[in-house]
């Protein structure tokens, strides 16, 4: 009943900038918390950051400073703003969303749906 669905990835050299967008559509709860995720390769699935439905936002030490999540209710889009990208930023990016309350950067485990991610890849 609810559909995701990342956009904005790309290939940018170090230094650089993109800005992901979450469009979810269906029934979404009001009061929703999403979430940014990302893999790379031969790596487990991390968090990178989250959103709750009233604005609070929790990021990975990892991005901290250089990530910016936002979220436009209206639109029902989620965005991450990366700034200062590195190699090691390198991964497929998932928004997932989740009714539940939300007081720490959780695992993937804790949402319930997920978009099909889009590629970040970021060069030396």
């Known amino acids: 009943q609810v559909q995701l669905v990342e956009s904005g990835g790309g290939l940018v050299q170090a230094g650089g900038s993109l800005r992901l967008s979450c469009a979810a559509s269906g029934r979404t709860f009001t009061s929703n918390s999403t979430g940014w995720f990302r893999q790379a390769p031969g790596k487990e699935r991390e968090p990178v950051a989250a959103?709750?439905?009233?604005?609070?936002?929790y990021y990975a030490d990892s991005v901290k400073g250089r990530f910016t999540i936002s979220r436009d209710n209206a639109k029902n889009t989620v965005y991450l703003q990366m700034n200062s990208l590195k190699p090691e930023d390198t991964a497929v990016y998932y928004c997932a969303l989740t009714s539940r309350p939300i007081e720490i950067l959780q695992p993937g485990g804790f949402y319930r749906y997920w978009g099909q991610g889009t590629q970040v890849t970021v060069s030396s």
């Open positions: 959103i709750t439905w009233n604005g609070i936002t």
